[in-house]
């Protein structure tokens, strides 16, 4: 059973750059979410893809943007990189019949630094 | 004040012992709780998930909900030094979207 996952692995861009991550959710997963984890800090939610649509988003600029692909599979892209976009970026599947509330299982992540 | 909020640590027990981890959260209509482990340099991992009020047991894990305080805790019986690692308390709306807590820091000394 393949869990969730992620490319590349790092990755350094510089200031004004633009950049794509990839994410394949977990086998049976149909909805992906990203996260930004700076570090020292939690996970901040990005968005959430659902049937190829934004279903949900948190408190990022427009810069942040997305796609979710026929198989499930997902791309985050982040225009105008600016120093404070280094972090971990993580991207998490779940089932959205899940009767389990959705629970979420996150992929190895794509650690970002912008110089 | 924080969405959901978590002593920031660090949370130092010795082997063997029970080491007890607190969040809160401000969202009345939040529905779904989870904890998450995430070793240094490494993503998160789902250890427990709890729903109703109570507790919920798993292995050396119990999970404790009160919703009418908005509190969920993380109790780990027998701590070994391998679970020394970040907890996360996430909670999710009915709406999808899952906030996180900055995590406290758990070290188990031998």
């Known amino acids: 059973d393949a869990g969730v996952t992620q490319s590349p692995t790092h990755l350094i861009k510089t200031r004004g750059q633009q950049v794509t991550l990839r994410c394949s959710p977990k086998?049976?997963?149909?909805?992906v979410s990203w996260y930004q984890q700076a570090l020292g800090q939690g996970p901040q939610f990005i968005f959430q893809y659902y049937e190829e649509e934004e279903r949900q988003r948190g408190n990022f600029p427009d810069r942040f943007s997305g796609h979710q692909f026929p198989n499930y599979s997902s791309e985050l892209n982040v225009n105008a990189l600016l120093l404070g976009d280094s972090a971990l970026y993580l991207c998490a599947s779940s089932l959205a019949r899940d009767r389990g509330g959705e629970t979420q299982y996150f992929g190895p992540g794509t650690r970002l630094l912008v110089l | 004040q924080k969405e959901v909020e978590q002593n920031s640590g660090p949370l130092s027990v010795p082997e063997g012992a029970i080491a007890s981890l607190n969040c809160t959260y401000s969202d009345r209509v939040s529905q779904s709780f989870f904890w998450y482990r995430q070793y240094s340099g490494k993503s998160p991992e789902l250890i427990m998930s709890i729903y109703s009020n109570g507790d919920k047991e798993d292995g050396r894990f119990t999970a404790q909900l009160n919703k009418a305080s908005q509190y969920v805790s993380l109790l780990i019986r027998d701590s070994q030094p391998s679970d020394s690692a970040t907890y996360l308390c996430a909670v999710r709306t009915n709406a999808g979207k899952s906030t996180f807590g900055d995590g406290t820091t758990l070290t188990v000394k031998p």
């Open positions: 086998s049976g997963h149909d909805t």
